[in-house]
């Protein structure tokens, strides 16, 4: 069992920049990818990130590429989601995710429905 909890959330002005944390219990295994997710009041929880946990390859939704860095620290199991200039269409809740794969360092699933474990969530409010 994989348990994931957020941190780092909060309002931010446009332009800004907030770096969000995910801490992870329990043993994260080679070829895990940890992805992260946001949700809009209204809309489908959509895929912002992921990365591979073995190789720290990471892929990107274009809408947040040059903007957004994915990172990880495995000694601390935790994985961080770096965001710059932010805009208030990045506002939502953002959640942690991790899917265990088949140990490939290119494991990197952009469905919601690959992945196994989730956190709870925090809130990202981007004001203009």
């Known amino acids: 069992q994989v348990q994931l909890v957020e941190s780092g959330g909060g309002l931010v002005q446009a332009g800004g920049s907030l770096r969000l944390s995910c801490v992870a219990s329990?043993?994260?295994?080679?070829?895990?990818?940890m992805g992260w997710f946001r949700q809009a009041p209204g809309m489908e929880r959509e895929f912002v990130t992921t990365i591979n946990w073995s190789s720290g390859i990471a892929y990107y939704v274009d809408s947040v590429k040059g903007r957004f860095t994915v990172s990880k620290d495995n000694a601390k199991n935790t994985v961080y989601l770096q965001m710059n200039s932010l805009k208030p269409e990045d506002t939502a809740v953002y959640y942690c995710a991790a899917g265990a794969g088949s140990g490939s360092n290119l494991y990197l699933p952009r469905r919601a429905s690959t992945y196994n474990y989730w956190g709870q969530g925090t809130q990202v409010t981007v004001s203009s």
């Open positions: 329990g043993r994260i295994f080679s070829g895990y990818a």
